[in-house]
């Protein structure tokens, strides 16, 4: 064999696995889901009111497909669309609450998160103002305390120091057995 036939079998190679793989990373697309994820808020102009709202219906609707779903307590919702259906393709979401009115937005199916800011009825709906409890008037306030002080006093000016061995359940060599054990010295 000749070194151009060696060249040309190691191109053939190259293309057939090149072609293999780009067969390969098609067919893994075509069979990836598309997902949308989301959440639903509460528009409103104070940051602090501006809150997830539950149970909102949500339908995702496309030039094939209609796909229904519900957010949860966060407000979070999640729609998995067909295989078939490409990433970017626009498709509609249509959200409805009884508390708030219906919202139709365009999305794009992929890796982004869909925010949707749904819009109160009436005020009516929206949480009251917190009611302040009536005012007490406090008088005659009388106040007594306590002043504490510590002193330091000398007990004990004599000390002498001593040393015991310990030698583990072992009486000591001069201890009188009879009555309370006392080291006789050493």
């Known amino acids: 064999m000749g070194m151009r036939t060696k060249v ?6 190259v293309l057939l696995l090149a072609v293999g793989i780009a067969v390969t990373i098609r067919v893994l697309q075509n069979h990836r889901q598309v997902i949308v994820r989301g959440a639903v808020m509460r528009d409103d102009a104070d940051a602090s009111k501006q809150v997830p709202i539950a149970n909102v219906d949500i339908v995702a609707v496309s030039d094939d497909f209609v796909q229904q779903t519900r957010s949860d307590q966060t407000g979070s919702f999640v ?3 067909p295989k078939t259906f490409r990433t970017r393709k626009p498709i509609t979401l249509r959200l409805t609450h009884s508390d ?8 794009a199916a992929g890796d982004e998160l869909v925010v949707a800011r749904m819009v109160a009825l009436t005020t009516a709906t ?3 103002a917190p009611t302040l409890p009536p005012k007490v008037v406090v008088s005659n306030i009388r106040l007594r305390y306590v002043v504490r002080s510590t002193e330091v006093a000398d007990v004990g ?3 002498k120091s001593f040393q015991i061995v310990n ?3 072992i009486p000591c060599q001069n ?12």
Request: hydrophobic content about 35%; charged content about 20%.
């Open 175 to 186: 201890c009188d057995r009879d009555s309370v054990p006392r080291c006789r010295g050493r």
């Open 126 to 128: 929206q949480s009251p």
């Open 8 to 13: 040309v079998q190691w191109i053939v190679l």
């Open 100 to 107: 708030y009115r219906p919202l139709q937005m365009d999305a």
């Open 157 to 159: 000016s004599v000390v």
């Open 79 to 81: 729609i998995t669309l």
């Open 167 to 169: 030698a583990g359940n």
